[in-house]
């Protein structure tokens, strides 16, 4: 069993459109898990009544009016009747390979965390969830669908008792999702990456939600308040830090020098690609040029 929840924004516009989205998939899952959705922004009740799902709406907020990651993982792990939960963002279809995953992941280690790649997505409509539409958004997926970088995780698979201490994270600005990922591993427990077998799928949208939009979700003081409170090192702890993987057998492998191997790939590519990459054109026209004078000579 497992218990979903997470914190939808407003149900306005496009973002109303995209989290029904989301939710309608999470809510076609077999077997059906209990969602509980927190928060009082504009919507959320009337979503939960309409889905048949479970509404918190009294979230402890900071003094900017965002709701706190602390106590939203309190409540939801004080009324989920599962003993394995899932944070997910609102905006995250999720597939039917998704609960297999989960379900292989705690039988191998019953104290995990699983996290898996996001696919990034452009919808703009509603999604029929008719016979047949997993098929469907998994070959849209393939067709128009983009890795999202190694440091975006937006769903986090885990049993109650994990994080017996939350620092009070903003929610929806940047470094609360490394910093679950960093509890783990300071416990020294296993984080299992199930990119390979369920991938996640992000629908994209803007940031009109907040005032001052992006730039204030990146850079803006709560960002930085909680940089401070996941330890003040970028990137410390992302896809790239995991334990271990679940692969499509249903095997889970010791995940090993994951970043160093990247950090050389990255290396290799700054040195002899980018810095490369004006010396490798003018060496093309030169060949270009050379081939257009010969075969204007023959």
Same mark, same amino acid.
């Given at each position: 069993?497992?218990?979903?929840?997470?914190?939808?924004?407003?149900?306005?516009?496009?973002?109303?459109?995209?989290?029904?989205?989301?939710?309608?998939?999470?809510?076609?899952?077999?077997?059906?898990?209990?969602?509980?959705?927190?928060?009082?922004?504009?919507?959320?009740?009337?979503?939960?009544?309409?889905?048949?799902?479970?509404?918190?709406?009294?979230?402890?907020?900071?003094?900017?009016?965002?709701?706190?990651?602390?106590?939203?993982?309190?409540?939801?792990?004080?009324?989920?009747?599962?003993?394995?939960?899932?944070?997910?963002?609102?905006?995250?279809?999720?597939?039917?390979?998704?609960?297999?995953?989960?379900?292989?992941?705690?039988?191998?280690?019953?104290?995990?965390?699983?996290?898996?790649? /996001?696919?990034? %997505?452009?919808?703009?409509?509603?999604?029929?969830?008719?016979?047949? #539409? +997993?098929?469907? =958004?998994? $070959?849209? @997926?393939?067709?128009?669908?983009?890795?999202?970088?190694?440091?975006?995780?937006?769903?986090?698979?885990?049993?109650?008792?994990?994080?017996?201490?939350?620092?009070?994270?903003?929610?929806?600005?940047?470094?609360?999702?490394?910093?679950?990922?960093?509890?783990?591993?300071?416990?020294?427990?296993?984080?299992?990456?199930?990119?390979?077998?369920?991938?996640?799928?992000?629908?994209?949208?803007?940031?009109?939600?907040?005032?001052?939009?992006?730039?204030?979700?990146?850079?803006?003081?709560?960002?930085?308040?909680?940089?401070?409170?996941?330890?003040?090192?970028?990137?410390?702890?992302?896809?790239?830090?995991?334990?271990?993987?679940?692969?499509?057998?249903?095997?889970?492998? /010791?995940?090993? %020098?994951?970043?160093?191997?990247?950090?050389?790939?990255?290396?290799? #590519? +700054?040195?002899? =690609?980018? $810095?490369? @990459?004006?010396?490798?054109?003018?060496?093309?026209?030169?060949?270009?040029?050379?081939?257009?004078?010969?075969?204007?000579?023959?």
């Amino acid at each position: 069993m497992l218990t979903l929840f997470s914190i939808p924004k407003a149900f306005k516009r496009h973002t109303g459109v995209i989290q029904r989205n989301a939710i309608e998939s999470w809510t076609k899952l077999e077997p059906r898990p209990e969602i509980i959705l927190l928060g009082n922004d504009e919507g959320t009740m009337e979503v939960a009544r309409g889905f048949g799902l479970r509404h918190l709406p009294n979230v402890t907020t900071s003094d900017d009016g965002t709701p706190l990651l602390s106590d939203l993982f309190r409540q939801a792990e004080s009324a989920a009747t599962s003993p394995y939960l899932c944070y997910v963002n609102a905006d995250i279809i999720l597939l039917s390979e998704f609960l297999w995953a989960a379900e292989t992941v705690q039988r191998k280690f019953a104290k995990s965390l699983m996290v898996s790649k /996001r696919i990034n %997505l452009e919808i703009a409509e509603k999604l029929s969830f008719d016979t047949g #539409w +997993e098929e469907a =958004v998994k $070959r849209r @997926a393939s067709a128009t669908g983009k890795d999202e970088h190694y440091t975006a995780i937006d769903v986090f698979v885990f049993p109650k008792g994990m994080y017996p201490q939350i620092p009070d994270f903003a929610i929806g600005r940047l470094w609360f999702d490394h910093w679950l990922i960093k509890a783990v591993r300071e416990q020294n427990l296993p984080v299992v990456d199930a990119s390979m077998v369920a991938p996640v799928l992000h629908q994209n949208h803007d940031y009109g939600h907040v005032t001052g939009g992006k730039e204030q979700i990146w850079h803006g003081p709560e960002a930085e308040r909680n940089f401070q409170l996941y330890g003040g090192v970028e990137h410390a702890y992302t896809l790239l830090d995991v334990t271990h993987k679940l692969t499509a057998a249903g095997s889970i492998r /010791r995940v090993l %020098l994951r970043k160093p191997l990247f950090k050389i790939r990255q290396l290799w #590519w +700054e040195i002899f =690609v980018r $810095r490369t @990459a004006s010396f490798r054109k003018v060496l093309g026209l030169r060949r270009e040029l050379r081939r257009t004078a010969s075969d204007q000579r023959s």
